[in-house]
């Protein structure tokens, strides 16, 4: 469909990046939160700090396999990892390490607007016709959702909150740049205070 | 049990995993390799410890650091190819200073007959250690037990990042059937 526009006016997506995930994480509010790095970290950052969000700045590929960890470690608690295109499609062995396990608590948003917006909105391989739901069915997902419209949000988060599946969503969100919105860079302090959270002490 | 595995056992191999038991370790995320098959096989076979096996050891520096997000235990296995793979994603243990325990079958530095595994394997210590990672090494099938056991206390009760080498010669020669 789009692998033949030129690179500076292609749209992928029409939803709203910051109010989709503002209105997610308002309807999960158990979730334990990974963010991958670039602007799923802002976007879940300004929709509001959280002691059990942890955001990556950097080991890109890593959001859904500490998603992974987690999940299988806090059975009982939601897990979200919330993530973009480009970090997804350089972890994407992940999503076999995923199906592989299936733990019934995880779910993968990607927030995919076809392009690396953090690098100057290169087009990535999602609007060159990869489709990460194929990826996650192929790997063994119970279910995968392609988002267009803004309204299934209620439907996802029933999802995440159900805990009695391992799914995929992929929102497609306009290629828009939005004001940076800056989570702590403190690794320690983020790892520290998402422990805290279900209760563990630091060394 | 078949004739690969026979020459593979080794009572080490049961004292790494005992290790692992006592320490209270929930998951073991791991590459397989020929060395590890034992202790791999034995977290199957186990009702507290998860075994998550990853396609790239990168994946598994992930997981780990995400157990101990979520107050568990876990261990990462892979073969000494696999070290260079991890190099960016160490980062994440620095940044954060999770305590990190690695275990290494080492290929490419004992009578190896595939050169293929000797650059990485040459270079597999520094990789670690240019990461911020400590690295021990057990050479004799008597040292592994305290040489694991010490590593893996420096990094769940000291909250270090440690990673165990085992040598190549621990393993055995590898057997190529050459005609």
Redesign the interface.
């Known amino acids: 469909m789009g692998c033949q526009m030129s690179q500076n006016n292609y749209q992928h997506g029409t939803i709203n990046r910051r109010q989709f995930v503002k209105e997610l994480v308002d309807l999960c509010p158990e979730a334990?939160i990974?963010t991958g790095l670039g602007s799923p970290s802002y976007d879940v950052f300004a929709a509001g700090d959280r002691p059990q969000n942890?955001y990556?700045?950097?080991?890109?590929?890593?959001?859904a396999?500490?998603?992974?960890?987690?999940?299988?470690?806090?059975p009982n608690k939601p897990v979200l990892v919330i993530t973009g295109d480009g970090e997804m499609l350089m972890?994407l062995?992940?999503l076999?390490?995923v199906g592989?396990?299936k733990p019934k608590n995880l779910t993968i948003v990607v927030l995919d607007n076809g392009h690396y917006a953090e690098t100057g909105m290169q087009r990535s391989h999602t609007s060159l016709g990869v489709e990460l739901t194929g990826v996650a069915s192929a790997c063994n997902f119970d279910w995968t959702l392609s988002v267009r419209d803004s309204a299934l949000v209620s439907e996802l988060a029933e999802k995440v909150n159900a805990k009695n599946s391992c799914g995929l969503a992929n929102i497609f969100i306009e290629a828009v740049d939005y004001p940076k919105a800056l989570p702590p860079r403190d690794?320690?302090y983020?790892?520290n205070r998402?422990?805290q959270h279900?209760?563990?002490e630091p060394? | 049990m078949d004739v690969i595995e026979q020459t593979l056992q080794h009572h080490w191999k049961d004292e790494i995993f005992e290790i692992f038991k006592r320490g209270g370790v929930e998951q073991l995320v791991y590459v397989p390799d020929a060395g590890h098959s034992q202790v791999i096989k034995k977290a199957w076979a186990d009702d507290v410890m998860t075994p998550i096996p990853v396609t790239t050891e990168e994946d598994g520096v992930a997981v780990v650091c995400g157990s101990w997000l979520g107050g568990k235990r876990a261990v990462l296995l892979m073969q000494s190819s696999g070290v260079g793979n991890c190099v960016n994603m160490f980062s994440l243990i620095k940044n954060c200073q999770f305590p990190f325990f690695c275990l290494v079958t080492m290929r490419g530095e004992w009578a190896e007959f595939n050169q293929w595994q000797t650059p990485m394997g040459s270079a597999t210590q520094q990789a670690f250690e240019m990461m911020g990672i400590n690295v021990l090494r057990a050479d004799s099938p008597q040292s592994v037990p305290d040489v694991v056991s010490a590593g893996f206390d420096a990094a769940f009760v000291g909250g270090d990042a440690v990673a165990v080498l085992l040598s190549q010669s621990l393993i055995g020669r590898k057997k190529w059937d050459v005609k």
């Open positions: 334990l990974v942890f990556l700045w950097g080991a890109m590929g890593a959001a396999a500490m998603g992974l960890g987690i999940a299988i470690a806090q972890g062995g992940s076999a390490a592989a396990k690794g320690t983020i790892k998402f422990r279900l209760g563990f060394f």
